[in-house]
């Protein structure tokens, strides 16, 4: 059994006070555990999505990932919400599970319980702790941006309440010419909801899209290093990991992952390792029968020859999108912190 232990940020000041919202598959689980081993991070709150399995499981797993992690869920510990089931147009939501596994967890056939959650929903718990504590929280959005949509009707100014939002979703500038892009799920599963959320007023909004977080890849010999860890955290994000690469070996034929929501999270906490980004208005465009967030400029830098509407007649807000990270030192932190074992790769 793992030992629960202390989870305030260290009293330098300056640690994060983090709201999750997820849709808990592989990835998130691993950020989750990452932002757990951070001594310098709080995770004030998670919030459930659909997207890589459905609310319900994305709910049980959260409160599986936690307990490894060594905190607890509900009274006394984390506050969970139950959010949005599917896209806030109504349309049917799509699962990831040829990604995920049914379970969103890699179905690795652990305990997965029910988790004691809060009344407020997932929406209404983001405007909550915005409005109850301004300035005080960020947000890390790990999943399609239902949430966050359905908060913003409730409260238009609700991302100017955050310290700062991130996102895992979009895909940075047009590409160059005849470069294919890795498909932006988070966005494509709700359009809408991404559209609402660039075009909302906010205190500062980092895009951490696929453009970045197909370069941070954790390789065989990592996830080797996470079998021999030391502590349940390392040997759990190891078997996830084994689930993850069943996926990705069929699109680079050999066993690696990106770590996508590791990523995001940690250039929230550590926002020193983008090494390169541009600040702009970002657009929703479709990519046949999906969609896109885009930085409105070209690989090259130049200007679009349109502007995709994100508020009727008027220009989207600038947000910060990561062109370039330092892949190295965000590797080097993430794996020493689930591994536990202290050692530098």
Known sequence: ???????????????????????????????LLWLAGRRDVEIAAVTAVYGNCTVQDATRNIGAVLSVAGLTVGE???PVSVGAAGPIDGRPAHFAT?????????????????????????????????NTDPGRHDLLVLGPMTNIAAALERDPDLL?????????????P?????????VDANIANDAAAARAVFA???????????NVGAGAIVDEAAVRR????????????????????????QVWGRRVSPAWDGLAAALLVEPRWISDFEDG????????????????RTAEGGPVPFEPATRPGRPAPSTRVALAVDVEAFLDDFLTTLAGDGARP
């Not at 709201?19 to 808990?24: E, G, L, R, S, Y």
């Open 1 to 31: 059994m793992t030992t629960p232990r202390d989870h305030t940020p260290d009293s330098s000041g300056s640690g994060r006070s983090v709201v999750v919202d997820t849709d808990t598959g592989i990835d998130d689980a691993l950020a």
């Open 76 to 78: 006394g510990g984390i």
């Open 98 to 130: 040829y990604v995920h596994g049914h379970d969103g967890l890699g179905d690795l056939g652990g305990e997965r319980p029910d988790v004691p959650v809060e009344d407020r929903s997932a929406a209404e718990q983001l405007v909550h702790l915005a």
């Open 160 to 172: 100017t309440k955050f310290r700062s939002t991130v996102v895992m979703g979009g895909s940075g």
């Open 174 to 182: 047009f590409p160059a010419l005849g470069v294919a892009q890795i």
């Open 200 to 210: 909302a007023p906010r205190t500062q909004l980092v895009m951490v899209g696929v």
């Open 226 to 249: 996470l079998h021999d860890s030391p502590t349940e955290v390392g040997r759990f994000s190891a078997a996830l990991l084994e689930s993850y690469m069943d996926f990705y070996q």
């Open 281 to 296: 208005p970002v657009g929703l465009v479709p990519d046949g029968e999906r969609w896109r967030a885009h930085l409105l």
